[in-house]
């Protein structure tokens, strides 16, 4: 078992106000589970924003454990640090602004996005640069090796990836497709000038969480045109994809070469209301709970928290929960979000604040230091994520991202059999 807060080490004799314990034997059953639902596609684990409030470290070792063989993060700054942390497998980052940082990225075998003209132009002069700042070092190596010629598997300067997604209709990020065929021209002359591969085609969904909206079989045909289209330019890229979790669960069609799974392999449902995560074989990863700070006894009509919005309706036992908004817990669940405490669940009473909250236990008790469990994957009686979704008004993806970098991570089922061992990270 480990433990860090926002990265930084924790001395494991010090007990914790508060612990998001992180199961890793978990992700790794539901990368397993979310292969099998996509046999003849890759898998890309997506741990954009730490991986979505897990660690994206653990989380990225233990996916490709699991067989992921693509990882996938929004910005250059994310896939980067993975790379420093070690990971070597293939790996897809798409946010970038201008200035990049793509060398930096090209150079650290990195597959990077480009959705328009203006991201063309840069990812072609970095990868020009990359390959000759690796010629030169090239150069040099020949030189120290007296001139006998050592190949360093890599050829003799750098070739970039760069995947082209287009905009088949989410109206976010991607290439609109009237300016399709001038960007996938571009990609093919940087091709023949040899400084750059297209090694992906690739789109977004903005409805696959709604199985039949009408969206999904236009943004699919779209897809299809605009691959047809850059094959027929001359493009050859290895990986299709346009899948998320939500189309990797209920769009086979749509799983091409390669799905990219986030919110699912942390095991939290995409579809709610279609199914549940253990309806797809999935486990929460995630499990969030506090130690109660404080048992109380109070009369009826005592104003609870910031602005009275609860007032106990009789004599009562209050217990504070010390975690609040600055940890991650939505301040719209005031008045609504579950814990379970001693086997029950209990309603946050009032206002949410910055670092704490209070529940009602009513005609029970509790001690300072009983555990309360926020949520978790549900099998102890506690809350999901899913249900402070719903508390809050919001999805189950932002509760557990939203986590703060104050919570430590525990990390528990580090073993590649799902034993629990330390690695000390
Ligand atoms: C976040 C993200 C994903 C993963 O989405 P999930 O619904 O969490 O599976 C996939 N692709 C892109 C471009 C994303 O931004």
Not at 73 to 101: H, I, Y
Not at 139 to 162: E, F, I, N, P
Not at 388 to 400: C, H, L, N, Q, S
């Amino acid at each position: 078992m480990t433990a860090h807060p926002g990265g930084a080490p924790t001395h494991p004799a010090l007990p914790m106000r508060a612990r998001a314990v992180v199961d890793l034997a978990a992700l790794r059953d539901n990368i397993r589970a979310l292969r099998a639902r996509a046999p003849r596609a890759e898998l890309m684990a997506v741990v954009k924003s730490d991986a979505y409030g897990h660690g994206a470290v653990p989380c990225a070792r233990a996916a490709r454990a699991a067989g992921a063989s693509w990882l996938g993060t929004a910005t250059p700054e994310e896939a980067l640090a993975l790379r420093a942390a070690g990971d070597t497998g293939r790996l897809l980052c798409w946010l970038f602004t201008p200035g990049g940082p793509w060398r930096e990225a090209i150079e650290a075998d990195i597959d990077v996005s480009v959705s328009g003209m203006w991201a063309m132009r840069e990812v072609t002069t970095a990868a020009r640069e990359a390959a000759a700042r690796e010629a030169r070092t090239h150069d040099q190596d020949r030189v120290q090796d007296r001139g006998q010629y050592r190949d360093r598997g890599q050829g003799r300067g750098r070739t970039a990836r760069v995947q082209l997604k287009i905009d088949s209709g989410l109206g976010r990020n991607g290439c609109p497709p009237g300016d399709w065929l001038e960007l996938v021209h571009a990609a093919r002359a940087a091709e023949a000038e040899g400084v750059l591969k297209v090694t992906g085609i690739w789109s977004h969904f903005a409805c696959a969480d709604e199985p039949g909206h009408p969206s999904i079989a236009a943004q699919l045909e779209v897809y299809r045109d605009a691959v047809a289209v850059a094959e027929r330019v001359g493009l050859r890229p290895e990986v299709r994809h346009i899948a998320n979790s939500p189309a990797t669960l209920t769009l086979p069609e749509s799983h091409f070469d390669l799905v990219r799974t986030g919110v699912a392999i942390y095991g939290v449902s995409p579809v709610p209301d279609v199914g549940s995560a253990s309806d797809f074989g999935l486990r929460q990863v995630m499990t969030l709970s506090a130690d109660i700070a404080l048992v109380k006894r109070v009369p009826a009509g005592h104003g609870v928290s910031y602005g009275h919005q609860y007032l106990t309706p009789g004599e009562t036992t209050l217990a504070l929960i010390p975690v609040g908004y600055a940890d991650g817990i939505p301040r719209h669940a005031s008045g609504a979000g579950p814990v379970l405490v001693g086997g029950k669940w209990r309603t946050v009473a009032g206002r949410v604040a910055m670092d704490q909250f209070v529940v009602d236990l009513g005609g029970d008790s509790a001690e300072v230091g009983d555990e309360a469990v926020l949520f978790g994957p549900g099998d102890r009686g506690e809350p999901t994520a899913e249900d402070w979704a719903r508390a809050a008004g919001t999805i189950a993806y932002e509760i557990v991202t939203r986590i703060g970098s104050r919570v430590p991570r525990v990390y528990v089922g580090e073993g590649d059999d799902g034993g629990t061992a330390a690695t000390g990270a």
